[in-house]
């Protein structure tokens, strides 16, 4: 595989385009972190098993609450069986720390092979202060821009990774999933099939300031 080389070191999946300070490229590093190979083909198709027969009755949507999404379809669930349920345990415990903030329900989001998610922040209302995300079926690329200057950072998010965004990559940093067309990591290539995603968050802190620190 062409990102063999890529997958020894994990910084290597991080690309900032140019003109990023230095200073700020080491805070940025410190706050999103990817997991290649975070569980194994046959953990992939366990969760798959549990997850089609439901997805499969859904159609997908064009249009978002707030347009963010395009040609996706998504449910939350609670309850797994038993080897998914350890699965869900051990991404939950790589990216929380004993947080009894966990929200119980795990957003499923099966994004179709034209589909794609546009820059956004996660509602601060409704998510606290880390997002980790699993990918299923496919290969992506997250990009995340800064709302400010301008700043450009690639995140390539192989099949079957982990990643977490918290600090700065989670509040200061827009984030979205190339569509297949513009999915290319370093100039080189990534085809975008059709990718499931369960995402963990937790419910926002009581104490504001807990929530922008
Ligand atoms: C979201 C989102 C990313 C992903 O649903 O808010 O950004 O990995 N999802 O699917
Ligand atoms: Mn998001």
Known sequence: MWFSNILKNYSNLIYFHPEWPQSLMEKFKGSCLIIPDFISMSEE?????????????????????????????EREQQTWNEK????????ADASFSGSDLLSPYIHILDLHQDGYISPHVDSLRYCGRRISGLSLLSDSVMRLGHSQDGLTVDLLLPRRSLYLLS?????????????????????????RNRRISLILREFPSRNKSDDTN
């Open 45 to 73: 198709n366990s969760l798959l098993q549990e997850i089609e027969p439901h997805m499969k009755r859904l159609r997908y949507e064009t249009e978002h609450w707030d347009g963010q999404i395009y040609l996706y379809r």
């Open 84 to 91: 998914n349920q350890k699965i869900i345990k051990r991404v």
């Open 167 to 191: 600090e700065i990559g989670r509040y200061e940093f827009t984030h979205a999933i190339l569509k297949d067309e513009e999915s290319t990591f370093k100039d080189v290539r990534v085809p």
